[in-house]
């Protein structure tokens, strides 16, 4: 099955911009979405298909890719949105999906 | 509003079975593909299986192929997984989640339930 990289964790100051990767085969042919999660909380969509956001979803969040990279960039980063993020997609065939391994991001 | 709240998680021996259920509510259930996802204590998402928005397509994740089995009741706007020969590695957080609808072939899952925590004893 396919794998999706993300770094481990990165950090932001207040009010920067922050750019998180997600690496995998199978985005050469499926957009990737992507996924904020809180402590304790269930995750939340942030982003899907070529650069859609969810309805209530601040537009500091935006997202884009190219070839087997998928990224989302907080643009102005809030205190809130310290969280862990991972990115989604089919897999290569298409008949699974597959998570990253997540990305921590910390707002400094 | 959209809601999925699951049931029936708990502790459970390994080798046993254990099914789990999520109701649906705040929107047409049979026009929408559904997923389950778990998390284990401390790490992070794994996807575990998708079922389409007629049942007719069912697929698996392959640590759990032959054990678990994703269905759905459309009458009562309910999503299950069966959960059979539990082991330790089955231990998580089990969430349901919503996919597309039938129109639309995208791969998102942009409503999520609070989560089911089953716990695989020895």
């Known amino acids: 099955s396919s794998e999706l990289t993300q770094d481990p964790a990165v950090s932001v100051a207040l009010g920067q911009t922050v750019r998180i990767t997600c690496q995998g085969d199978?985005?050469?042919?499926?957009?990737a979405s992507w996924y904020q999660q809180k402590p304790g909380q269930a995750p939340v969509l942030v982003m899907y298909?070529?650069?859609n956001r969810p309805s209530g979803i601040p537009d500091r969040f935006s997202g884009s890719g190219s070839g087997n990279t998928a990224s989302l960039t907080i643009t102005g980063a809030q205190a809130e949105d310290e969280a862990d993020y991972y990115c989604?997609?089919?897999?290569?065939?298409?008949?699974?999906?597959?998570f990253g391994t997540g990305t921590k991001v910390t707002v400094l | 509003q959209v809601q999925l709240v699951e049931s029936g998680g708990g502790v459970v021996q390994s080798g046993r079975s254990l099914r789990l259920s999520c109701t649906a509510s705040?929107?047409?259930?049979?026009?929408?593909?559904m997923h389950w996802v778990r998390q284990a204590p401390g790490k992070g998402l794994e996807w575990v299986a998708f079922?389409?928005?007629?049942?007719?397509?069912?697929y698996y994740i392959d640590s759990v192929k032959g054990r678990f089995t994703v269905s759905r009741d459309d009458s009562k706007n309910a999503l299950y997984l069966q959960m059979n020969s539990l082991g330790a590695g089955d231990t998580a957080v089990y969430y349901c989640?919503?996919?597309?609808?039938?129109?639309?072939?995208?791969?998102?899952?942009?409503?999520w339930g609070q989560g089911a925590l089953v716990t695989v004893s020895s």
């Open positions: 989640a919503r996919g597309p609808p039938y129109y639309d072939s995208g791969s998102y899952l942009d409503y």
């Open positions: 705040g929107f047409s259930f049979s026009n929408y593909a």
């Open positions: 079922i389409s928005y007629d049942g007719n397509s069912k």
């Open positions: 199978s985005l050469r042919r499926y957009y």
């Open positions: 298909g070529k650069n």
């Open positions: 989604n997609s089919r897999d290569s065939v298409g008949y699974q999906y597959v």
